[in-house]
């Protein structure tokens, strides 16, 4: 099966819930309050699972996991990977 790309909308709302939830545990280190931390590690794991996207390159066959960002090219050979 070849190789697809996140849709655009999806990718985004992945982004914005993972920095979302960072900020609200940086919220809590500088603030303590622990539902901040409960509330931005729900966030930012959500958004990591939501972003997370398992590639396989055409060229060396090595698997690659990119998590909210979008990856065109393999890291190990340069080859494309759409």
């Given at each position: 099966?070849p190789?697809?790309?996140?849709?655009?909308t999806?990718?985004k709302?992945?982004?914005i819930?993972?920095?979302?939830g960072?900020?609200?545990?940086?919220?809590?280190?500088?603030l303590?309050?622990?539902?901040l931390l409960?509330?931005?590690?729900s966030?930012?794991?959500?958004?990591?699972?939501?972003?997370?996207?398992?590639l396989?390159?055409?060229?060396?066959?090595?698997?690659?996991?990119?998590v909210?960002?979008?990856?065109?090219?393999?890291?190990?050979?340069?080859?494309?990977?759409?």
């Open positions: 099966m190789n697809q790309r996140l849709p655009p999806r990718l709302i992945a982004q819930l993972l920095y979302v960072l900020l609200g545990v940086a919220g809590e280190l500088v303590g309050h622990k539902e409960l509330g931005g590690m966030l930012a794991l959500t958004g990591a699972v939501l972003g997370m996207h398992r396989t390159c055409p060229q060396c066959e090595k698997k690659q996991t990119s909210c960002v979008e990856i065109e090219h393999c890291q190990s050979c340069g080859s494309a990977l759409f």
